[in-house]
């Protein structure tokens, strides 16, 4: 009896880039394969970099500035999100998707509708990017500069930089361990990222903040104040629409707070108090 097996794949015919999803039958005639369906996008298509959340596919197109949106259920191109320069690499990263682009940025969509909000110059031209399993940071390896950044999300600040061989190739993340592969080399290092991140006493000295929004606040308008302000948010009370965030941030705590009250979104923003009860 023959096996089904699903696959997908796509192919350039006269300049237009076509993914192609299809179900081949393995037995005797091993060389048959029956197409299902067929998306145009539109694109030449030299490589595309496919990345599902389950229910949208995210494509990175590599010879275009663009990153196209297909929705699984109808597998159908539902938008193309305009990053303004080359992709070179995507991932996606708790309930966003990272992009990391040919003019040292990275930028940060929203999978929820489809939207870039945040975007960050950084010094190195990121070619490979990998999330984090909680999505609360990347891991981007830049080959032509010799490092491995950490950096955090959403602000899409660089937390660390770690040095690693120029031909280095490709990076991936599993059980808080990041594999890192060589051109011309076989081997694979396997760098313990416990080891190397900030320790919890380092993080328990830094100053916390409480900011309560006005309803209807856009994430957007929360990762900019973050980005503006060196905040890293740690808790989120939906009920209240309060979140917690850690001071990153060299400047005095009460210039934060003031910066962060001057937002028209803001309710309030207060020292994040914490009361032990007498023995």
């Not at 237009?16 to 081949?24: K, L, Y």
């Not at 940060?108 to 070619?127: C, E, F, M, R």
Request: aromatic share 6%.
């Amino acid at each position: 009896m023959a096996t089904p097996v699903i696959g997908a794949g796509h192919a350039d015919v006269s300049g237009t880039a076509v993914i192609v999803f299809f179900v081949a039958a393995v037995d005797q005639n091993p060389g048959y394969s029956q197409s299902v369906k067929t998306i145009a996008t539109a694109a030449n298509a030299e490589k595309m970099l496919p990345v599902s959340n389950g229910k949208f596919l995210y494509l990175s197109n590599s010879n275009s500035t663009s990153v196209l949106v297909v929705d699984t259920r109808t597998d159908s191109i539902t938008r193309t999100i305009e990053l303004a320069s080359k992709p070179l690499a995507i991932t996606i990263a708790g309930k966003f998707v990272a992009a990391a682009t040919a003019d040292k940025s990275i930028k940060l969509i929203n999978t929820s509708d489809h939207t870039i909000i945040a975007g960050k110059q950084i010094p190195y031209i990121v070619n490979r990017l990998q999330s984090a399993p909680t999505g609360d940071y990347l891991y981007g390896l830049a080959s032509d500069a010799g490092k491995i950044l950490q950096i955090i999300v959403p602000e899409l600040r660089i937390m660390q930089e770690l040095n690693c061989p120029a031909n280095a190739s490709d990076i991936a993340v599993s059980n808080n361990k990041l594999y890192i592969s060589y051109f011309d080399d076989n081997k694979v290092s396997v760098l313990n990222m416990k080891s190397v991140k900030i320790s919890d006493d380092e993080m328990a000295g830094l100053p916390e903040i409480l900011v309560r929004f006005e309803a209807g606040v856009q994430e957007s308008q929360i990762v900019a104040m973050m980005s503006e302000s060196g905040l890293e948010q740690i808790k989120v009370i939906k009920a209240l629409n309060i979140r917690v965030f850690r001071v990153r941030s060299s400047k005095p705590i009460k210039e934060i707070i003031a910066a962060c009250e001057q937002q028209p979104f803001v309710k309030y923003a207060e020292v994040n108090q914490t009361y032990k009860t007498q023995k």
